[in-house]
């Protein structure tokens, strides 16, 4: 099995909730298996600066299934827990971005991995860190913790007290 690295948002409606719920309906997905979910953290909004601030967790899971399959569910679930559409880098009820499958490297029309622009967000960097400090980007050839001393972004980033702990 791989380590795959997933990206978890939200920033509209009750954000813990959201993040809650999608880290619980990760195991339903067949053939993943969550391991591990990282601590919460608050962070300012990227892109589109003018929304509410955001919650974002990471979580290490396995699959079986491929990353093309695996980024299918997962953008069903978001669809099923009530993400709606909005404007690139707009406010979202839930994101669960799939940001790294063990080593590989994909780059086709419907999805790129690693995540490409994984590298140049704190948000998304200070999670991994806590989950894999040493766990190495495979286009990069550099740890997280080595992308995150790199990072340009230079956002606030609050490690909350929330939990997130994952399903039994």
């Not at 791989?2 to 990760?26: C, E, H, M, T, W």
């Not at 962070?43 to 919650?55: I, K, N």
């Not at 495979?138 to 980033?157: E, F, H, M, Q």
């Amino acid at each position: 099995m791989n380590a795959i690295f997933l990206g978890l948002g939200s920033n509209k409606g009750d954000r813990f909730s959201y993040l809650r719920q999608a880290v619980d309906s990760l195991n339903s997905i067949p053939g993943v298996t969550v391991n591990a979910v990282s601590s919460v953290y608050e962070t300012e909004p990227r892109g589109v600066e003018d929304q509410s601030d955001f919650l974002n967790a990471a979580a290490l899971v396995e699959s079986s299934v491929s990353a093309e399959e695996l980024a299918g569910s997962l953008k069903m679930l978001e669809r099923s827990l009530g993400r709606t559409a909005s404007e690139r880098w707009g406010p979202r009820e839930i994101d669960i971005d799939l940001l790294l499958y063990g080593s590989l490297v994909l780059d086709t029309a419907s999805l790129i991995i690693p995540h490409p622009e994984l590298h140049k967000r704190r948000f998304v960097l200070e999670p991994l860190r806590e989950l894999d400090p040493d766990f190495v980007h495979p286009r990069l050839r550099a740890s997280i913790s080595t992308l995150y001393t790199r990072c340009p972004d230079k956002g606030w980033v609050r490690k909350t007290s929330m939990k997130l702990t994952q399903p039994e």
